[in-house]
Nanobody
């Protein structure tokens, strides 16, 4: 099982990016799918999360600017990032809980760099 993230890049302040993360491999189910960011020199922190039930949460710093969504048929989670600020510069990682039908395990994607700069 692996997560493949894409969509990072460089953008000016106020711009937008859309990140995607697809789960692939041999698994029974995927439950929570979420996005973390790790700014330069800082610890990794949760940005947004979505449960298979539809429940969603956001970090206070991105509320009203970022939108997380998922396509369960494609086992893909998205992060639409609008009104980007220099403080959003970070490596963004997707994370998911997957099951083989017996137990649940966490898995991380490889990270995609987002740079917000003028």
């Amino acid at each position: 099982v692996q997560l493949q993230a894409s969509g990072g890049g460089s953008v000016q302040p106020g711009g937008s990016l859309r990140l995607s993360c697809e789960a692939s491999g041999n698994f029974f189910a995927v439950d929570v799918m979420d996005w973390y960011c790790q700014p330069p020199g800082k610890q990794r922190e949760l940005v947004a999360a979505t449960h298979s039930s539809g429940a969603i949460m956001y970090a206070d710093s991105v509320k009203g600017r970022f939108t997380i969504s998922r396509d369960n048929a494609k086992n893909t989670v998205y992060l639409q990032m609008n009104s980007l600020e220099p403080e959003d510069t970070a490596v963004y990682f997707c994370n998911a809980d997957w099951s083989d039908g017996v137990r649940w395990s966490p898995i991380w994607g490889q990270g995609t760099l987002v740079t917000v700069s003028s």
